[in-house]
């Protein structure tokens, strides 16, 4: 197997794409509705301004050393030498965008996608922490999260890493493959609102003293159900752009991106509404709206190189889960997360790149999925899914516990949870001093003040 | 509890990248990778109980 530098793209390629990523801005936008509506009406306001709080940082800071460190394939980049093979940790590349050339190259493509991508990912713990997280320290966090935690996984998965290079250095297929970003955005964004949620602790009244978690419903499923459309819009571009740049595919093939994309979603969210009809005899409009976005989560990985009916699959594998999922995490393990940012994109980004590795196919004729390895690469079923596991393996054992340490000590320092009277009073009144509904009698704490 | 449990995860994960390092490509890797993804859920399982013993910590 021969290393390679990263191909240029064609015209007609670098302008689908260059549309492509624009729709990415859309997926975020859809998150922070969502995580707004499925939280209490007394901090809408204060999750939203959060949301453009965590995507300013997240652009800023991945602006001035993200980048940096994530690198692109082929770039300079730190290695040490394990039993005579490279493994490549982290990038050497300038800070501040220095050395790119802004004129449509590849790797100006994807530093452009990736702003748009790590503020995604800075979205995603949002929907655990709300109600409960305050603005500053989760500035910092966010800060933490783009500047160290998203691009130090994103080098090894999309910069030439060790994880990408698993198939030219141990034979595992293309090496750990994560096209539109299941495990890179979607894993990393949920593991870290995992530990969120469990350093903030739940809100307010959710757990009774027997432990019983009580029910909170979120104060606009209109909202919700809405900012799906929104999210399917963002991740069709999210999973095209990806495909394009980090698949190598020709742009023909984007059509079979979009289908794949959106079979997956409506097929869990098909299950979704299933399984809790048969549960609880309604579809349960959130559980819905959840398995919806876990099911675009969970297509990023395999979106490219799958047919549309293993698409359909992993989205209903990925629904029942979800669905599965958000009740475990409430109900066992105590993690309060209003908007399901645990489940669907902690558990649907894991199932994503685990169903690459069940479902995925690279005819040996396809262009090379790795930057950096020569077409006649084979990609066994076996070595692939071995890769797949693997990079799950990382996320979990050390992505989790980095991102919990960093949050932790954080909270050491600058406790990140609001006061018990900012929960009480909203965190619209305690931290912007405006409701988001001031003509409105907006939620039963109101009502039993006067 | 919390913190065996996030040793068990760097442990696991220890395991899976020197079973890629050090094994060779057939059986006894497999297994390995597999053994360190066991651990890391067992890891995962210690810190999930150690949050779900105290539902109130945080607060």
């Known amino acids: 197997m021969t290393l390679l530098a990263a191909p240029a793209l064609s015209e007609t390629a670098m302008s689908i794409c260059i549309l492509c990523i624009l729709l990415v801005p859309l997926a975020g936008a859809g998150l922070s509705l969502i995580h707004s509506g499925l939280g209490r009406s007394h901090s809408a306001a204060h999750s939203m301004v959060a949301a453009l709080c965590a995507i300013s940082i997240a652009a800023l800071v991945y ?89 130090l996984f994103a080098h090894w998965v999309w910069g030439g890493g060790w994880l990408a290079q698993l198939g030219v250095n141990y034979g595992l297929g293309r090496g750990f493959v994560d096209i539109g970003g299941s495990g890179t955005i979607q894993a990393v964004g949920g593991l870290t609102a995992l530990a969120v949620a469990w350093i903030l602790g739940p809100r307010r009244g959710k757990y009774g003293h027997d432990g019983v978690p009580m029910a909170i419903p979120g104060h606009s499923a209109v909202l919700v159900l809405f900012a799906c459309s929104l999210a399917w819009l963002g991740w069709l571009g999210l999973n095209s752009a990806g495909a394009i740049l980090f698949a190598k595919i020709e742009p023909g093939r984007i059509v079979l991106v979009a289908v794949n994309t959106t079979l997956a979603a409506a097929a869990a969210l098909l299950m979704a509404a299933w ?176 | 509890m919390k913190l065996a449990g996030f040793f068990l995860l760097l442990a696991g994960w220890a395991i899976v990248l020197a079973a890629l390092a050090l094994l060779p490509p057939a059986l006894p890797r497999v297994v390995f990778v597999a053994a360190g993804a066991a651990v890391e859920v067992l890891g995962f399982a210690l810190v999930a109980r150690s949050h779900a013993a105290h539902p109130q910590e945080g607060w």
């Open chain 1, 63 to 151: 602006f001035v050393c993200g980048f940096a460190w994530q690198g692109y394939p082929g770039h300079p980049a730190h290695s040490f030498l394990v039993a005579g093979k490279p493994w490549s940790w982290i990038a050497a590349e300038p800070f501040f965008f220095r050395g790119l050339e802004w004129n449509g190259s590849p790797s100006s493509l994807v530093a452009c996608l990736q702003v748009f991508s790590v503020a995604l990912a800075a979205v995603i713990p949002l929907g655990s922490g709300a109600g409960r997280w305050r603005l500053g320290p989760l500035c910092l966090s966010t800060a933490l999260l783009a500047g160290w935690t998203y691009p």
């Open chain 1, 275 to 450: 399984i809790t009809r048969s549960r609880f005899g309604k579809p349960d409009a959130s559980i819905c709206a959840n398995g919806w976005v876990g099911g675009l989560v969970a297509s990023s990985a395999n979106c490219a190189v799958v047919t549309p009916l293993a698409a359909a699959a992993t989205g209903a594998i990925a629904g029942a889960l979800i669905t599965f999922a958000v009740d475990w995490f409430e109900n066992r393990l105590a993690a309060d997360d209003p908007g399901g940012a645990i489940s669907v994109h902690a558990v649907g980004g894991i199932w994503g790149l685990l169903s690459l590795g069940l479902f995925g196919r690279f005819p040996a004729s396809d262009a090379n999925l790795l930057p950096g390895v020569a077409p006649e690469t084979d990609a066994t079923w076996a070595g692939q899914s071995l890769a797949q596991v693997v990079g799950v393996a990382t996320l979990i054992g050390f992505v989790f516990p980095l991102t919990y340490g960093l949050n932790w000590l954080l909270n050491r320092f600058y406790p990140q949870r609001a006061a018990p009277e900012g929960e009480h009073h909203g965190m619209d009144l305690h931290e912007l001093g405006a409701s988001a509904y001031p003509d409105f009698v907006t939620n039963i704490d109101d009502i039993t003040q006067r």
